[in-house]
């Protein structure tokens, strides 16, 4: 089965700063890769997603980057803000199959 | 936002009892899933649904039973409730299984087992 491994497991930027948070999968037939966040106490949200057949997507001050080759993703926070601040997780998934989801990155943006 | 909606929010039992969570999705989505989150913020997947059949089992004590009555309802009933089943659980749901289908969780239900 897929295994995605996500990187770093926490961190710390000061506000205004740029994140960035790594993932790696395994099966290369993995094609869709979403990003959630989960404010604490909340539900996990989507706040991007990629699919295999683009190679990077932007949506305002979030973007994410997909290398097929290398079998690894990233999500890309500029500007961030202390409402940035959460528990980002990366997935990957195949068609007709579950969502494998990475460990969680605890984001901390200070002020 | 009632997507996804669970109840209770939150639970508190003895070991040994018996507990049942529910969920509901008014998405029209034919893909449902529960989730386990421990304290360390993994999100394991439990069991997924699709059109009321059962897809995924992952490897989940069977004091787990889940049920769907139909695509819009996946319940989760737990027997025998022991102190490492405290955790919180997410229901989700999506328009097909897995693939390209974003999945929308409901706002958990947070289980304490004393």
């Known amino acids: 089965g897929e295994n995605v491994e996500q990187h770093p497991s926490t961190l710390s930027v000061q506000e205004g700063d740029s994140a960035v948070i790594k993932c790696t999968y395994s099966?290369?037939?993995?094609?869709?890769f979403p990003w959630y966040k989960q404010e604490l106490g909340k539900r996990p949200q989507l706040i991007i997603d990629i699919r295999s057949n683009v190679g990077e997507k932007k949506d305002q001050r979030i973007a994410v980057t997909l290398n097929k080759t290398a079998k690894h993703f990233s999500l890309h926070i500029t500007e961030t803000q202390p409402e940035d601040s959460a528990v980002y997780f990366c997935?990957?998934?195949?068609?007709?199959?579950?969502?494998?989801f990475g460990t969680g990155t605890s984001l901390t943006v200070i002020p | 936002d009632t997507a996804v909606s669970q109840t209770p929010k939150y639970l508190v039992t003895q070991m040994g009892n018996d507990k049942s969570i529910k969920c509901e999705q008014n998405?029209?989505?034919?893909?449902m899933y529960w989730y386990k989150q421990d304290s360390k913020k993994f999100l394991k997947i439990m069991f997924s649904y699709n059109n009321k059949e059962l897809i995924i089992n992952e490897t989940v004590p069977n004091r787990f039973s889940p049920k769907s009555p139909d695509k819009a309802h996946l319940n989760l009933h737990i027997n025998s409730l022991e102190l490492g089943d405290s955790a919180v659980y997410f229901c989700?749901?999506?328009?097909?299984?897995?693939?390209?289908?974003?999945?929308?969780f409901g706002p958990g239900t947070r289980l304490l087992v004393l």
């Open positions: 998405l029209g989505h034919d893909t």
């Open positions: 997935a990957a998934s195949t068609p007709g199959n579950q969502f494998y």
């Open positions: 989700a749901s999506s328009q097909d299984h897995g693939g390209y289908g974003t999945q929308y």
């Open positions: 099966d290369s037939a993995s094609n869709y």
